[in-house]
């Protein structure tokens, strides 16, 4: 980690855990080095610094290009690793920019929904994982985050906000499947979700 993301890391952690009983399963699936992806539902916009400070890895986002006009902001998230994105277009720099991250062995945060749930309920995935996934044979970690969309209630609640990560999927088992690439893609999407289901299922706590 930089000095800064670091520095980030342990204030943000010791927020949440102060104020809202931050606890966090499953941390050792995920590799201490090496390319993966961790996939998450969504539904807030503090579950990107919660899932980051939930592992030691240093991650890299994608984050809508509307946060980068708010001058201060832009800065932060700059210097954590953000990469702006136009979420209304096929935005191929920022996808490329996203994948070499992947490419240069780091761990990246990726939503399967493509944006948040206003319910709190899990939607359904869409291809961009899958392609991300396939095009630089990146293992998955599924993550299950709740409490973010809730903070004022989940104030000084020893279960206000919990981070579950399952166990890796690993790519080769999708290398010599005979579909169609968007089939493909699709179904990574589809499995991976279907596994953050599971880990939202098996929430007890």
Do not use: W
């Amino acid at each position: 980690m930089t000095f800064f993301y670091k520095l980030c890391h342990r204030v943000v952690f010791t927020f949440f855990k102060l104020v809202y009983g931050f606890k966090v399963a499953g941390a050792e699936n995920i590799p201490e080095s090496g390319r993966i992806i961790l996939a998450s539902n969504h539904i807030s916009a503090f579950d990107p610094p919660a899932i980051g400070v939930a592992t030691k890895r240093m991650l890299f986002y994608l984050a809508k290009k509307e946060l980068f006009s708010i001058p201060i902001l832009s800065t932060i998230i700059r210097h954590l690793n953000t990469i702006p994105i136009d979420r209304g277009a096929g935005d191929i720099k920022a996808l490329k920019m996203f994948t070499d991250s992947l490419q240069r062995e780091h761990a990246v945060l990726l939503f399967p929904e493509g944006t948040r749930s206003r319910d709190g309920k899990i939607g359904e995935a869409r291809e961009g994982i899958g392609f991300i996934a396939s095009k630089t044979e990146s293992d998955i970690i599924p993550c299950f985050i709740r409490g973010t969309n809730d903070l004022r209630r989940n104030f000084l609640s020893r279960t206000g906000i919990r981070v579950y990560f399952g166990e890796r999927i690993e790519f080769k088992h999708y290398k010599n499947l005979q579909l169609p690439k968007r089939q493909l893609y699709k179904k990574i999407s589809n499995d991976v979700l279907t596994r953050i289901k599971q880990l939202k299922d098996a929430d007890t706590n």
